[in-house]
């Protein structure tokens, strides 16, 4: 049980440099939790939120959604995985990008909506 929903808690979404932030919107939780529900399997965080000096240190966007609580990359371990992840996310998500092992989904209103994209070599 974690501290954010039923099946996500603050430790799978805090910065990795260690700074605090750890809460995401409220919104991204709402779906990502709806999409653990359907899918009836584990939804695994690879990148929730970070801070600005953390993000810039990865090579993460200026302008990322990380930086704002309002992403997450999800674990895409298998074809199968990703087809049923991507289904969900294109309904209740206006923001999907698409990795080799990895979906980004987010909520930032302050970027472009109705939007999907793929990332090269990633």
């Known amino acids: ?11 799978e979404f805090a910065c990795p440099c260690g700074c605090g932030f750890d809460t995401p919107a409220r919104g991204l939780i709402i779906r990502l939790e709806l999409i653990r529900e359907i899918l009836s399997s584990p939804v695994v965080i690879t990148s929730g ?8 240190k990865i090579g993460g966007a200026p302008n990322s959604a990380h930086t704002r609580g309002c992403a ?13 992840f991507l289904q969900l996310a294109f309904i209740l998500f206006k923001r999907v990008g698409i990795g080799k092992d990895f979906i980004h ?3 930032d209103n302050l970027l472009p909506q109705e939007v999907a994209w793929t990332y090269g070599g990633r």
């Open 1 to 11: 049980m974690g501290d954010l929903s039923k099946h996500f808690s603050k430790q």
């Open 49 to 56: 939120c970070r801070c600005a000096s953390y993000n810039k």
């Open 72 to 84: 997450a990359d999800i674990h895409t371990p298998d074809s199968e995985f990703r087809w049923k």
């Open 105 to 107: 989904v987010d909520t």
